[in-house]
């Protein structure tokens, strides 16, 4: 069975630091990786993902993911961030194949970002 | 486009009582999928369905029931609540393998 730890349950930050959200999982096969972001009282929402190709991914708000298949990560940076990207963060796997379109999420990891 | 939708988006219920959560899709997508959202443990998967007419067991069943008799519904259905299924309820629909989710229904089971 696959799984997903996300290593930080909790990362405080200052406005304009960086930031790396931690993501490992298990998988024997190939993957497709992602990361969501739920704003409070919301759903979630696709933020990246990797199917294929580059290991780097970015998304349009300045967030950036780096597939790593040696150490079996997907770990989530931004290097400058502000209030609004306060959330909580999710890492996900589709293992593709018979499990075609079921997510295996993480723990999630909670951003708040302080003035 | 409405996207993903979810009715109720609260509810409580006593022990023992039933309800049926209802999700809606209009982007004609096959998939469909319920999660619960608990503190500290992400989403886990409840039931999903692979198109109209077909349902199957997620990570955590037990305890719920679901039916896809239209292929942009998709409904969850608990038969006879207890406070250990007291969480935030995700529908999710795809076509590919991007999830599209709706907004949750928080359930209280007292």
């Known amino acids: 069975a696959q799984s997903v730890t996300q290593l930080d349950s909790q990362v405080p930050v200052f406005e304009e630091a960086p930031v790396e959200l931690r993501c490992n999982y298990s998988s024997s096969v190939s993957v497709y990786l992602f990361w969501y972001v739920q704003y409070p009282n919301q759903g979630l929402q696709l933020l990246l993902k990797?199917?294929?190709?580059?290991?780097l991914v970015e998304s349009i708000n300045g967030f950036e993911a780096e597939f790593n298949k040696s150490q079996t990560s997907f770990h989530l940076r931004k290097p400058s961030v502000h209030i609004s990207d306060t959330a909580e963060y999710f890492c996900?796997?589709?293992?593709?194949?018979?499990?075609?379109?079921?997510?295996?999420f993480g723990q999630g990891t909670i951003l708040t970002v302080h003035p | 486009n409405a996207g993903v939708t979810q009715t109720p988006k609260f509810r409580v219920l006593k022990t023992g009582q039933s309800m049926t959560l209802l999700c809606a899709q209009d982007m004609n997508h096959e998939y469909m999928y319920w999660y619960r959202q608990d503190p500290g443990m992400g989403l886990r998967l409840i039931h999903y369905s692979v198109g109209e007419g077909t349902t199957a067991k997620g990570e955590v069943p037990d305890g719920y029931n679901v039916s896809r008799l239209k292929k942009q519904n998709f409904l969850l259905g608990l038969e006879s609540a207890a406070p250990s299924q007291t969480s935030v309820y995700f529908c999710a629909s795809s076509a590919t393998n991007e999830q599209f989710f709706g907004p949750g229904t928080r359930l209280t089971v007292l």
């Open positions: 990797y199917l294929s190709g580059s290991t």
């Open positions: 996900a796997v589709d293992a593709g194949g018979t499990s075609y379109g079921k997510l295996t």
